[in-house]
Each structure stands twice: as structure tokens, then as C-alpha cells.
């Protein structure tokens, strides 16, 4: 771009010496800049005599279209590289299902109404995405996500897990008194939707972090899925606490083993790693990490 900066200004001002003072540049390296312009394009753009500088014909259409170019290219710098800029523009996000629509929903409403200049597009993913392939700008999710060479993840806050169940399942089937008593309870468990294995129960006993070994009764790759089954009686399941806080409220639900709770699991923003980050998804983070659930760490 610097060579049609030069044209440009040699073009407007119709001398080497006086476009070279305006750039800052010596008129030799003026002449070189639109030399190789005209190299590139392969053809003369200026007549050049001792005295005076004047547009060939190609020069003249071309002198149009590069003005237009640099004052586009400025425009567009602008934009990029003014952090303090309101956020604005669309903003794709991957979030997980229940995740999305039991809180992330109400922040997004939020957001929108204090930014209203930002489109946000939402997609449901119950599995990490590439972020690069598929255009996403941020993916929310839980659990230990490692950064890499290209993915930055920052953590928004701590979820603890949670073993629940009705209190009418509870009186039927017995309250355990010890995470080993859940062998003999009905499990709804999660199968992760990329690698089709069932996730693991862990729970703190026995002077550390213990794996559960609990029947699979009803399996299914969708936690929603799971509560709306543990709300209807049909057994015992672990949920991240954004899942089932109101219905623990309500007494729909009922927690048990809660001193023998895993550590929490992390929910994060991933994003990929890129030196100015823009405003949108930097705003966007901070206000997720500012409205995030009341967890009961």
C-alpha cells in the first residue's frame, strides 16, 4: 500500500519533491515507490520530465480507484485497532445446550440491551467445536480445557457438581449415607456425544478423589435430557449446580453426599489467540465473567 500512497500523492501534489516532503520520504524513494507500482501493474502511470509530473490516461483511472482503496483501508484500520471503540458487529458463540438456555440466555438479553450494536449468533454444542473452522468467535464450556498454541481459555467461575434426585425417589429407594451406597441406585448418566463414553462419577471419600462406579439404567448425550428423567423419579444423577439450583429451591429436587462433592469443575470462555483481541468478544467476556450463576463455592 505504500507504493499507491506514494502515486497518490505524487498524483495530487504534481511533483516528486513536494510528495516526498509530505510523506516524509526522500524523492528517490518516492520515484522507487511508484516505479514499482507501475512494475506490478505493468503499466505507465506518470509522465515524468525534468520539470513537471502529469497522469497518463491509465494513471487517471487508476488514481480514482486508489484513493478509494487507502480511504477504505483507513476506515477499516480504524475500526480494528480502536480498543476503546464500542463493541459492535456479530458475535458467534458455541455454548452448551442446557448451559445456554438455563443462564446464558438471561446474560445474552443483558448484554444486548447495554450493547445493542452487537448481533449475537448462537450455536449449541454439547462437544467442543473448531472454533477456526466452523467461525466461532468464543465457546463456552466446562471442565479442565487445556490452552494451546491457538485457543486462549479464560475462566469465568468454579460450578460445583451436584447428586441429585427427588425426595420421592429419595424415600423410595433410601438417602445414601456414603458415595459407595450409589451402587445400588438407579444411574442416569451422560455419554459424551464426540467419544460415546459414559462420564465418570467422582466424589471426595476415603481421603481423596474416588471414582463411582454407578449402574447406567438410562443414558443419553443431552443433560436436559437427564434432568427432566430425574425430575419424573427415575433415579439419581450428577448435574453441574447452573442445572438444577432452582429446582433444589423449589424442593423438586434433593441434593445428597454434599460433603463428599468432586472439586468444581471450571466454566470457561475459549477463544482463539489473537494479539488484539476485538472489542466484542472482549466486552463480551468480561460481562460473562461479571453475570455469571451464584454457585456455592
Not at 501493474?41 to 520539470?51: A, D, E, P, Q, S
Not at 480511504?71 to 445456554?100: F, H, I, Q, Y
Not at 451406597?181 to 465418570?200: C, K, M, N, V, Y
Request: charged share 25%; hydrophobic share 45%.
Amino acid at each position: 500500500m505504500s507504493s499507491i500512497a506514494a502515486f497518490v500523492q505524487v498524483a495530487e501534489h504534481g511533483a516528486f519533491n513536494e510528495a516526498a516532503r509530505a510523506m516524509d520520504l526522500s524523492p528517490s524513494a518516492t520515484s522507487k515507490a511508484v516505479t514499482r507500482l507501475e512494475d506490478h501493474l505493468g503499466v505507465k502511470l506518470l509522465n515524468r520530465t525534468t520539470r513537471s509530473v502529469s497522469l497518463t490516461p491509465e494513471g487517471e483511472r487508476y488514481l480514482d480507484g486508489a484513493k478509494k482503496a487507502l480511504a477504505d483501508l483507513s476506515v477499516v484500520g480504524s475500526e480494528v485497532t480502536d480498543t476503546n471503540a464500542a463493541p459492535k458487529g456479530r458475535l458467534k458463540v458455541s455454548a452448551a445446550s442446557p448451559m445456554a438456555r438455563l443462564w446464558l440466555a438471561d446474560v445474552i438479553a443483558k448484554f444486548s440491551a447495554k450493547w445493542p450494536e452487537v448481533q449475537i449468533d448462537i450455536t449449541l454444542a454439547d462437544h467442543l467445536t473448531d472454533l477456526a473452522a466452523e467461525g466461532i468467535d468464543l465457546a463456552i464450556r466446562s471442565g479442565g480445557l487445556a490452552e494451546s498454541e491457538h485457543l486462549i481459555a479464560r475462566k469465568l467461575y468454579d460450578e460445583d457438581m451436584l447428586v441429585c434426585a427427588t425426595p420421592a425417589y429419595w424415600n423410595k429407594a433410601g438417602r445414601p449415607d456414603h458415595p459407595s451406597d450409589l451402587a445400588r441406585h438407579s444411574g442416569l448418566r451422560f455419554r459424551a456425544p464426540q467419544t460415546g463414553r459414559l462420564f465418570p462419577w467422582t466424589m471426595n471419600f476415603d481421603g481423596g478423589l474416588q471414582r463411582i462406579e454407578l449402574p447406567a439404567d438410562f443414558v443419553a448425550d443431552e443433560g436436559e435430557m437427564i434432568l427432566n428423567l430425574a425430575l419424573r423419579d427415575a433415579g439419581v444423577a450428577q448435574f453441574p449446580g447452573y442445572m438444577v439450583r432452582r429446582h433444589l429451591a423449589t424442593g423438586a429436587l434433593e441434593e445428597v453426599l454434599a460433603q463428599h462433592r468432586p472439586p468444581a469443575t471450571p466454566i470457561s470462555a475459549m477463544y482463539l489467540d489473537r494479539r488484539l483481541l476485538s472489542p466484542r468478544i472482549r466486552t463480551f467476556v468480561d460481562f460473562l465473567k461479571a453475570h455469571v450463576p451464584i454457585s456455592d463455592n
